[in-house]
């Protein structure tokens, strides 16, 4: 399954509220009823952190400004304010419901 | 606390072989589905093997050509990755992860030359 990002590059204004799309080249949705999509945030020298789970399930200490959506083969990853810590870092769409488990190409977003 | 610990990289001549382990601490791992992860210097994540929780089964990314094996032992918390005929292309960090993303290592570094 191929993960489509756009963009790759993001320009962001700090409090404004910015948008990362992903597409996979065929659907999500797993046998069982769930779509196993997921957004990981790694900042430079860093590992990669989770920050949604199954499209829209936010993990524990992420902030609320983060929110994903979508369905099927669209989703996307809004940040309601931007902040500073958020700049800088690179975003990757995942997906787990085929093997193998395959990535976006990584969005940075920058000021 | 949650946490993975990888080691095992280094560097190594084209040809050679490595093992990468990974010890698990803070959740169940032998409930857990487990996968390698990695990224070459400059580059995106690439998920290259996974195996399921109780080690029944294996999953392997098509380009790897039959010369990586992930295992596991799970009464020692420990996932490992055994990587034979590495070339340069193998040259990246490597990255312990449950398969879901819940949960990622620091690290380890393989560099061939």
């Known amino acids: 399954v191929v993960m489509t990002q756009s963009p790759l590059s993001l320009p962001v204004t700090l409090g404004q509220p910015a948008s990362i799309s992903c597409r996979s080249s065929?659907?999500?949705?797993?046998?069982?009823?769930?779509?196993?999509l997921n957004w990981v945030q790694q900042s430079p020298g860093q590992s990669p952190r989770r920050l949604i789970y199954?499209?829209?399930?936010r993990d524990s200490g992420v902030p609320d400004r983060f929110s994903g959506s979508g369905s099927g083969t669209d989703f996307t990853l809004k940040i309601s304010r931007v902040e500073a810590e958020d700049v800088g870092v690179l975003y990757y769409c995942?997906?787990?419901?085929?093997?193998?488990?395959?990535f976006g190409q990584g969005t940075k977003l920058q000021i | 606390e949650v946490q993975l610990v990888e080691s095992g990289g280094g560097l190594v001549q084209a040809g050679g072989s490595l093992r990468l382990s990974c010890t698990a601490s803070?959740?169940?791992?032998?409930?857990?589905?487990m996968s390698w992860v990695r990224q070459p210097p400059g580059k995106g994540l690439e998920c290259v093997a996974t195996?399921?929780?109780?080690?029944?089964?294996?999953y392997y990314v098509d380009s790897l050509k039959g010369r990586f094996t992930i295992s596991r032992d799970n009464a020692n918390s420990s996932l490992y990755l055994q990587m034979n005929s590495l070339t340069a292309e193998d040259t990246a960090v490597y990255f312990c992860?449950?398969?879901?993303?819940?949960?990622w290592g620091k690290g380890t570094t393989v560099t061939v030359s």
């Open positions: 995942m997906q787990y419901t085929h093997w193998p488990y395959t």
């Open positions: 803070g959740f169940t791992f032998s409930y857990s589905w």
């Open positions: 065929q659907s999500l949705v797993s046998s069982d009823g769930n779509t196993y």
């Open positions: 199954k499209v829209s399930n």
């Open positions: 195996i399921k929780s109780d080690g029944s089964q294996e």
């Open positions: 992860a449950t398969s879901g993303g819940a949960v």
